[in-house]
């Protein structure tokens, strides 16, 4: 399925500015600016993630890209995580069963993004692509975007083999190549914990989304009494940050939550607001009890009766302040002020 955007043109995140199309690279005639392009994916990143360099990322990304002709998805993901040290092989099959389960537990908040306006979509911070599989079916045109172009190599290679053709884009949501208001609709899963900064992305999810659109996001909860979705670990969101790295460290081998912010629905509800947006929906993740990929019993147990809190009134309101993941909806509205 073809989705190009010919209104939607980039701009230079360093000064906003035209950017001009030269051979394998944008380039900006004003701040001289030139933004590579790896594997048909613009890269348009000023800094990196907190994870790798802006040079160690490009060539690991590449290190990808070149097993990508050879390799399936599924063996691309098992090479990623045979070059990265800092995932322990526990974690690592955690966070493929995810991976692979992703399109069918969002489906059902897909639908709900899907079924508003009919302009483009930015799926912020797409990661492996799961949202852009679940948007399979949607006639609008959807762009994701991702500070790691790692993730973007492996998640090209997933689209290509279900037959998706979507645009994306290596970017910083906090500098990005967009104009404000071209989106439509923003989703961001598993976004806000990745971010610096809460309350500049909240900014720039706001500029980005047009006068009337919405913004959709998922939260995971510090205070969960179930495994943290980073760690694994129960009810770590209780202790001081400090404390919690050090028990991911002694319990995992590695302090998964150094570059996590740990947060509650309600820090980010908060944020939108002063970002200008208005909330009209706070309620838990939905989860599909259909899997590709099927987690050991006890996890399986534990989503049934999740999945059976969710049906009651009473229990998803105790489920968004103890629960794993809770989803958001904010309006921007029409009439703005100022």
């Not at 160690?56 to 070059?83: M, T």
């Not at 069918?104 to 799926?123: F, M, S, T």
Request: glycine share 6%; proline share 7%; with cysteine.
């Amino acid at each position: 399925m073809n989705t190009a955007i010919p209104d939607l043109d980039y701009i230079c995140p360093a000064c906003k500015g035209k950017l001009h199309e030269r051979n394998v690279a944008y380039e900006c005639p004003v701040c001289e600016c030139s933004y590579p392009v790896i594997y048909g994916i613009p890269d348009f990143r000023l800094n990196s993630d907190a994870y790798l360099s802006l040079e160690d990322e490009r060539a690991k990304a590449c290190r990808l890209a070149g097993r990508a002709a050879e390799s399936s998805f599924d063996e691309l993901v098992d090479f990623y995580y045979s070059i990265t040290d800092d995932v322990p092989a526990a974690l690592a099959e955690v966070y493929r069963r995810f991976i692979n389960n992703g399109p069918q537990h969002l489906a059902g908040l897909a639908r709900d993004i899907d079924q508003h306006d009919d302009g483009p979509l930015l799926d912020a911070g797409c990661g492996s692509g799961s949202l852009l599989l679940a948007l399979a079916a949607s006639r609008r045109p959807v762009v994701g975007l991702d500070i790691a172009l790692r993730w973007l190599v492996i998640c090209k290679k997933r689209l290509q083999e279900a037959g998706l053709d979507r645009r994306l884009v290596c970017a910083d949501l906090l500098q990005p190549p967009f104009r404000e208001r071209s989106f439509a609709v923003i989703a961001g899963i598993d976004l806000v914990e990745h971010t610096r900064d809460l309350d500049r992305t909240a900014h720039s999810l706001a500029a980005l989304v047009r006068p009337g659109g919405r913004v959709w996001l998922t939260v995971p909860n510090r205070y969960t009494l179930g495994p943290h979705p980073s760690t694994r670990l129960w009810a770590i969101g209780y202790l001081p940050k400090h404390w919690a790295g050090r028990v991911s460290r002694a319990l995992r081998g590695v302090d998964s939550l150094r570059h996590i912010q740990l947060l509650t629905p309600w820090q980010v509800t908060a944020a939108l607001k002063r970002a200008g947006l208005e909330i009209c929906t706070v309620r838990p993740k939905r989860i599909s009890g259909d899997m590709q990929w099927q987690p050991p019993l006890f996890e399986r147990v534990l989503i049934g009766l999740y999945r059976l809190l969710c049906r009651w009134s009473l229990s998803r309101k105790l489920l968004v302040r103890i629960g794993p993941v809770a989803e958001v909806m904010a309006i921007k509205p029409r009439l703005e002020q100022g």
